[in-house]
T-cell receptor
Framework: RKEVEQDPGPFNVPEGATVAFNCTYS??????FFWYRQDCRKEPKLLMS???SGNEDGRFTAQLNRASQYISLLIRDSKLSDSATYLC?????????FGAGTILRVKS | DTAVSQTPKYLVTQMGNDKSIKCEQN?????MYWYKQDSKKFLKIMFS???????INETVPNRFSPKSPDKAHLNLHINSLELGDSAVYFC????????????????FGPGTRLTVL
């Protein structure tokens, strides 16, 4: 079983929709979690860190549930420019472990 | 511009050849990484160096040899290239936090797309 698992999608949503991704992790030793965004043929970039208390950055909300070992990302009012692959990432010691990514396609 | 840069951006070569990819960061970070992203888009760490010292060495064939001449550079040399080495290789860097445990945001280079024919 992979340490970090995500639904690969794709999630096809209309502009303005709210979309949520979940990610599960198997190793509870992880200290921290993140969501990275990767555009087609580009490098991954940090979108936001994930805290147990939840954190919000504009239209994006991330949440960590340690009891159930899952991480979520909620995107409100989707824009065309949100189309990308969203990577769920866990920090284990000095190492980032990436999920395979969830593809989001926002259509007009 | 402050960034992580890699050269070359594209690399097409024959099986059996030896090639190198170079990475430089001018962010002042002390930790650098090499990742491989295969055709299924799965991004996996290969190596990590902290202040020129190897700290992570995943299960990677010994045909792959990283070299860090200084903390701003991390190069990757690949011997006897195989078809399965075709992938995108990303370099990244970060600043290590207190106690050596916390890894700050990792900044990725633009990637090197390696195609082995």
């Amino acid at each position: 079983r992979k340490e970090v698992e995500q639904d690969p999608g794709p999630f096809n949503v209309p502009e303005g929709a709210t979309v949520a991704f979940n990610c599960t992790y198997s190793n509870s030793a992880s200290q921290s979690f993140f969501w990275y965004r990767q555009d087609c043929r580009k490098e991954p970039k940090l979108l936001m860190s994930v805290y147990s208390s939840g954190n919000e950055d504009g239209r994006f909300t991330a949440q960590l549930n340690r009891a159930s070992q899952y991480i979520s990302l909620l995107i409100r009012d989707s824009k065309l420019s949100d189309s990308a692959t969203y990577l769920c990432v866990g920090l284990y010691g000095n190492k980032l472990v990436f999920g395979a990514g969830t593809i989001l396609r926002v259509k007009s | 511009d402050t960034a992580v840069s890699q050269t070359p951006k594209y690399l097409v070569t024959q099986m059996g050849n030896d090639k190198s990819i170079k990475c430089e960061q001018n962010l002042g970070h002390d930790t650098m990484y090499w990742y491989k992203q295969d055709s299924k888009k799965f991004l996996k760490i290969m190596f990590s160096y902290n202040n020129k010292e190897l700290i992570i060495n995943e299960t990677v064939p010994n045909r792959f040899s990283p070299k860090s001449p200084d903390k701003a550079h991390l190069n990757l040399h690949i011997n006897s290239l195989e078809l399965g080495d075709s992938a995108v290789y990303f370099c990244a860097s970060s600043q290590e936090g207190a106690g050596g445990r916390w890894v700050d945001t990792q900044y990725f280079g633009p990637g090197t797309r390696l195609t082995v024919l």
